[in-house]
């Protein structure tokens, strides 16, 4: 099986969660499907060069969310149906997200202008780097 998930590192954010957050938006938008078996651990930690732990943190946070349910010799499964998160539609779902991020970056005393830079570097940050000596790694 196949993932589309990358971890930036160049990204601040630990590993585990730039992991956890794709794969609960993989969930909730229909990309991942109830009952849907995920790599195992160590499968998807060598595809990611990351350490099996990393992973494993993932897997356990998306369980304690209701997300996964891990069951020893039968793997990890998704068990949340695509209409988990607030919003049925990926357009109300990134909605919800703009939200969040508008409401953060207000409470950061950032201008519109700041913000709409900001998240026009974030768009340019998701291009395929041509050149670069390390980009994302992901598993296609």
Known sequence: MSLRVRVDTFDPTPPYEQLRRQLEELISTGGLVDG????SVRQLAADLSLAAGTVARTYAELEKGGLVVSRRGAGTRVTAPTTLLKGGTR????????????????ALG???????????????????????????????
């Open 36 to 39: 849907q078996r995920l790599p």
């Open 91 to 106: 357009e109300e779902r990134l909605m919800q997200l703009v939200h969040e991020v508008v409401g953060h970056a207000v």
């Open 110 to 140: 950032m201008s519109p202008e700041s913000l709409a830079a900001t998240v026009e570097q974030a768009m340019h940050a998701q291009e395929p780097q041509q050149g670069t000596s390390r980009p994302p790694q992901s598993v296609s």
